[in-house]
DNA sequence: CTGAAAGCGCTAACAC
DNA sequence: GTGTTAGCGCTTTCAG
């Protein structure tokens, strides 16, 4: 035997002889081609579907056809807000095209065996969100799955790319800041601090109003690094009066900072952050945020994959979500 | 044709040949088995996977064994952070097992088709954190598809169920509420108002202690339905004290409508939630929340679907967090 | 419009 | 220890 499935399966053969046609003429009618089926026959066939349960065994056609109906989305983890967000939003514009959807986490050093497995599982496409490593690249390259690297701030190669405006997205907070409220020490928290965007668009927004550069405090995205950054802050920096968080999360962690000293936003600092997640609407007071159009990039993302666009980039214009951390209202 | 894959597949027969051995061969030492090879041979093997770039194909093997090495989680939404926590924690415990995971998302009437997505994937296990609503349970069992039913507060029929406590979870942050701070008004938020073992918890926390049965506002789980409950609570009811909310992103958006009317929580209003996120920490004040340990379920309910274990029903105890929203420190 | 049959790449008996 | 080979269930070409 050669490792027959336990749970007996009902296979297009036992469909072929209830309804009495061949096996071809089931396939004919489920997949609505590539020959074209009588009326009659075709509800006899159905109607045998329905009767004996049948289902169809996707390994056996992706083998066939050498395609699966998976897409695979690879994210350092799911479990920061973003990228759960990003998840939701990519699995519903899969879904949308049929396709079901497989989250990979993983964390830089694990993006290339993960992409390797994924390639090797025939999933149709590939939306990296993580971390774009040299050893990935070739994996997908090499197995020439349609991929695109999403979350890019600009090209990379030769590589289908797409991501928000990071640099004008801070741009504009860090302006709103100080134009509308006249802020001038105005301190970055968060994320990597080189080679992020988001750190240009902070500096450049203060030479252009030709201010001098606040600190900017590197570490992650969650509330954790958030409340050790603003610790840091407050600590050693108090003539900062404005902070641009490098995502709502952070922010969210910075207020929890500022509340244990029993300061508030955005009287005794005020805050802008990156993201325009959900989350941000909720927080005391609501965060002035940077929005990512987070379900057009997914979507986009998602068709841009399965049409195997091979390259170029897509840039996202993010727009500033005023509410009260900054001061407005 | 048989609708090869365009992108030229390196098979194990190139292997093989360049191996200079045979493809059973190759599935053995791929395999570690079920026959021994050689030591040298095997490394000739290895050495010509790794010169051919050789990536197995998944749906083959799936196909010839009958499993795939896919697990599916299916949730309302990963959207909700409670969710988005549990596919992190699902994802981790499933790649411990060397799987993937499939995310899908299913409101009640999606569910059961969705699920026969699923089995038709031959999914290797199933994991419904959705509504497992009676159509669905027959396609899974029809299929044979080994599944279990999570957050579910007890058994269903002869499913493999697992769950938090969720009643005497509740009745624990209840029970805190009149003992610890003396609340005798106590409201509940959110979620079913029926149905649902919270309510039944807070009901008996209540009873037990003497007091009435303080108002129950229904809602979802999300901070815009927790802001809406507080708003009608502070509106309708303003002898109340103290409120139970159904999750802490419930909790979150009722912290922000209190902050609208100027109030602050526990003063003006004590809160406990359920959960135990992450993100209760970094609310303000810092939630104190019925902790559910989504690790230990997450792992449990992998290795259960995995061993094939059929029936019965694991409940997780919930214990409280006590942080600042109650009244504490 | 329908049917027969040749694979897709891999596994695992069953020989040797 | 290694090789041969018959499937797994589906798609699709090629004949009718």
């Given at each position: 035997?050669?490792?027959?499935d336990q749970?007996?399966g009902v296979t297009r053969a036992d469909?072929a002889?209830?309804?009495?046609?061949s096996t071809?003429?089931v396939s004919y009618t489920?997949?609505?081609g590539?020959?074209?089926v009588a009326a009659?026959?075709?509800a006899?066939?159905?109607?045998?579907?329905r009767l004996?349960?049948?289902?169809?065994?996707?390994?056996?056609?992706a083998?066939s056809t050498g395609?699966?109906d998976?897409?695979a989305?690879?994210?350092?983890?799911?479990e920061?807000?973003y990228?759960a967000?990003?998840a939701?939003?990519?699995?519903?514009a899969?879904?949308a095209?049929?396709?079901s959807?497989?989250?990979?986490?993983?964390?830089?050093?694990?993006?290339?065996?993960?992409?390797r497995?994924?390639?090797?599982r025939?999933v149709?496409g590939?939306?990296?969100?993580a971390?774009?490593t040299a050893?990935?690249?070739?994996?997908f390259?090499?197995?020439?799955t349609?991929t695109?690297v999403?979350?890019?701030?600009s090209p990379?190669?030769s590589?289908?790319t797409?991501?928000?405006?990071?640099r004008?997205g801070?741009m504009n907070g860090v302006?709103?800041?100080i134009?509308?409220h006249?802020?001038r020490?105005?301190?970055?928290?968060?994320?990597d601090?080189d080679?992020?965007?988001?750190?240009r668009g902070?500096?450049d927004?203060?030479?252009?109003?030709?201010?001098?550069?606040?600190?900017?405090?590197?570490g992650?995205f969650?509330?954790?690094?958030?409340?050790?950054a603003m610790?840091?802050?407050?600590?050693e920096?108090?003539e900062?009066?404005?902070a641009?968080?490098?995502?709502?999360q952070?922010?969210?962690?910075a207020?929890?900072?500022?509340a244990e000293?029993g300061?508030?936003?955005?009287d005794d600092?005020a805050?802008?952050?990156?993201?325009?997640?959900p989350?941000?609407?909720?927080?005391?007071?609501?965060?002035?945020t940077?929005?990512?159009?987070i379900?057009?990039?997914?979507?986009?993302?998602?068709?841009?994959?399965?049409?195997?666009i091979?390259a170029?980039?897509?840039?996202?214009?993010a727009?500033?979500?005023?509410?009260r951390s900054?001061?407005?209202?």
């Amino acid at each position: 035997m050669s490792g027959a499935d336990q749970r007996r399966g009902v296979t297009r053969a036992d469909v072929a002889r209830l309804a009495g046609v061949s096996t071809a003429v089931v396939s004919y009618t489920l997949n609505d081609g590539p020959k074209p089926v009588a009326a009659a026959t075709k509800a006899r066939v159905l109607e045998a579907v329905r009767l004996l349960g049948y289902r169809p065994n996707a390994a056996a056609r992706a083998l066939s056809t050498g395609q699966s109906d998976l897409l695979a989305l690879v994210v350092p983890t799911v479990e920061q807000s973003y990228f759960a967000h990003l998840a939701a939003a990519v699995e519903r514009a899969a879904a949308a095209h049929g396709l079901s959807l497989i989250v990979a986490n993983a964390m830089p050093d694990r993006v290339a065996p993960v992409v390797r497995g994924l390639v090797g599982r025939q999933v149709r496409g590939l939306i990296i969100a993580a971390e774009a490593t040299a050893d990935a690249t070739k994996e997908f390259l090499a197995a020439g799955t349609p991929t695109v690297v999403i979350n890019q701030a600009s090209p990379i190669g030769s590589l289908l790319t797409l991501g928000p405006d990071y640099r004008a997205g801070t741009m504009n907070g860090v302006h709103h800041l100080i134009e509308a409220h006249g802020h001038r020490r105005i301190a970055y928290l968060g994320g990597d601090v080189d080679g992020d965007e988001r750190v240009r668009g902070w500096t450049d927004a203060l030479s252009a109003a030709g201010l001098a550069l606040g600190p900017a405090l590197a570490g992650g995205f969650t509330p954790a690094d958030g409340r050790t950054a603003m610790r840091a802050l407050l600590r050693e920096h108090p003539e900062v009066t404005a902070a641009f968080c490098a995502s709502d999360q952070l922010a969210i962690g910075a207020l929890a900072a500022l509340a244990e000293t029993g300061g508030r936003a955005p009287d005794d600092l005020a805050l802008v952050s990156f993201d325009g997640s959900p989350e941000a609407e909720f927080a005391v007071p609501a965060l002035t945020t940077v929005n990512v159009p987070i379900d057009a990039m997914a979507h986009d993302a998602v068709t841009r994959v399965l049409d195997d666009i091979s390259a170029g980039h897509v840039r996202y214009e993010a727009e500033l979500i005023v509410r009260r951390s900054c001061g407005c209202q």
